[in-house]
């Protein structure tokens, strides 16, 4: 399983340049440094697509990438980041509170990516339940997997699995964007909640 083209459509800032389309939308999002833009570019097979968000005046808004000219990947832009200024968090969170609001029960799937190596932050709770409330499934993406020892790797999985409160059937997928593990499991679910699997 492997996406055969993937290409940047658009990005939004505002509600009213949200992407309005009947193809499933699979959302990702995660903390600022995470590896988001890294395990994009690791599904797609493309080394710079998701690099989009790193561009000057594009980094808090929300980007979408069509692949196989029938699924969006929407990357939402990262969070958490401790040098961003008051009012570019405020402008973030009511980014998110408008996109939940209005594309939530569009959402075909969530991907919420964290890094294996640590405690899940209270904003990645947050955001894992604004997947939760919008009725979508979700996955867990646990990146940089290839920096743990193996040993760390159950006890690492079952902290995130424990603080996010994951339900027994959201998939928690160890991933390296680096090494590419992980990735046929991911692609498997994103598939899956396309509601196909060619
Ligand atoms: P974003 O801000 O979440 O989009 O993060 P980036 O994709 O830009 O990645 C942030 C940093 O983490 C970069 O230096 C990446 O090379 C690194 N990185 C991303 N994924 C992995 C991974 O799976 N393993 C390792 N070792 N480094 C990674």
Request: glycine fraction near 8%; charged fraction near 25%.
């Amino acid at each position: 399983m492997q996406f055969q083209s993937a290409e940047y459509v658009r990005s939004a800032g505002t509600p009213e340049q949200f992407l309005r389309d009947p193809f499933p939308k699979m959302v990702f999002a995660g903390r600022s440094n995470v590896g988001k833009s890294s395990v994009i570019n690791r599904l797609t097979g493309r080394k710079n697509l998701a690099r989009v968000g790193a561009s000057p005046g594009k980094t808090r808004q929300i980007h979408y990438f069509l692949v196989d000219n029938s699924l969006y990947l929407v990357d939402l832009p990262g969070y958490g980041y401790a040098k961003v200024p008051k009012e570019e968090k405020a402008r973030w969170a009511n980014l998110m509170e408008q996109f939940f609001k209005t594309e939530g029960p569009r959402i075909s799937g969530g991907v919420l990516i964290v890094d294996i190596r640590h405690r899940p932050t209270a904003d990645d709770v947050t955001m894992y339940q604004w997947f939760r409330d919008s009725g979508c499934p979700v996955a867990v993406a646990a990146n940089k997997l290839d920096k743990l020892k193996k040993r760390e790797i159950e006890p690492a999985l079952t902290l995130i699995r424990e603080t996010l409160r994951l339900r027994p059937s959201d998939p928690l997928i160890s991933f390296s964007a680096e090494k590419g593990h992980g990735k046929e499991a991911l692609t498997a679910y994103l598939l899956d909640c396309r509601g196909g699997n060619s």
